[in-house]
C-alpha cells in the first residue's frame, strides 16, 4: 500500500513539474512539445517539419511559418510555458517556472 501511494505521489509531482517547464521551440522534441496545453499531435508535427528547414527566429518567424499559429494563439502558447529562442512571447504574462 505504501508504494502505491509514493508511486502515485512522484508521478504527480512529475508531472506539476512537466506543467511548469519552459519549453523552446527550436530544441524541444515532440514530447516536450505535445506536453504545451494547446499543441497537439498534428501542431507538433507541423512545428518540426518547418524547423527542420531552419529555427524558428523569433515569435514573428514562427507565427509566419507554422500554419495556425496568430497572435491570440501564440500568446496562449507562450503561457503555457512555449518559448522561441529563450523568450516568451511579447504582451503575454509568464509561466512561473521550478
Do not use: C, H
Request: charged fraction near 30%; charge should be positive; hydrophobic fraction near 45%.
Amino acid at each position: 500500500m505504501y508504494k502505491k501511494l509514493l508511486m502515485a505521489v512522484a508521478a504527480l509531482v512529475a508531472t506539476m513539474s512537466m506543467a511548469w517547464a519552459q519549453v523552446d521551440v527550436n530544441k524541444a522534441d515532440a514530447a516536450a512539445l505535445d506536453s504545451i496545453r494547446g499543441l497537439g499531435p498534428a501542431k507538433t508535427k507541423a512545428i518540426l517539419e518547418e524547423r527542420k528547414k531552419g529555427e524558428f527566429k523569433d515569435w514573428g518567424d514562427f507565427a509566419q511559418r507554422v500554419k495556425g499559429i496568430g497572435d491570440k494563439n501564440a500568446a496562449r502558447l507562450s503561457e503555457a510555458g512555449l518559448q522561441v529562442n529563450g523568450k516568451s512571447k511579447d504582451g503575454a504574462p509568464a509561466k512561473a517556472s521550478k
